[in-house]
Nanobody, 128 residues
């Protein structure tokens, strides 16, 4: 079971990026897929999740209307399209997955500890 995140890079404020997360060894079908990020000196924080309990999608407030999460079960790929990037979006971005059947608390989508599968992270740097 492996997740591979890619697509990060150095961009200017206002630019867009698309992050990708490829799954190998298992399928995204029946699994929620999330993106977290960790800025230098800060804790890992939730960014977005899709396919959570009831098929719902959630975003953290700071990225609403700018980021879009999606997953393609047939291709075992997940994406995070990031528009109008800001310097405060600079971080290492990680994708994570969790079997929907193991969700016991539908409010815990923000908790990194609830996701058993993680990718290695991809660095996004936004210059001002």
């Amino acid at each position: 079971v492996q997740l591979q995140a890619s697509g990060g890079g150095l961009v200017q404020a206002g630019d867009s990026l698309r992050l990708s997360c490829a799954a190998s060894g298992f399928t995204f079908s029946g699994r929620a897929v999330a993106w977290f990020r960790q800025a230098p000196g800060k804790e890992r924080e939730f960014v977005a999740v899709t396919g959570w309990s009831g098929g719902t999608t959630y975003y953290t407030d700071s990225v609403k209307e700018r980021f879009t999460i999606s997953k393609d079960n047939a291709r075992n790929m997940a994406y995070l399209v990031m528009d109008r990037l800001k310097p405060e979006d600079t971080a290492i971005y990680y994708c994570a997955a969790k079997p929907i059947a193991t969700i016991t608390n539908r409010n815990m989508y923000r908790s990194a500890s609830h996701y058993p599968y993680w990718g290695q992270g991809t660095l996004v740097t936004v210059s001002s």
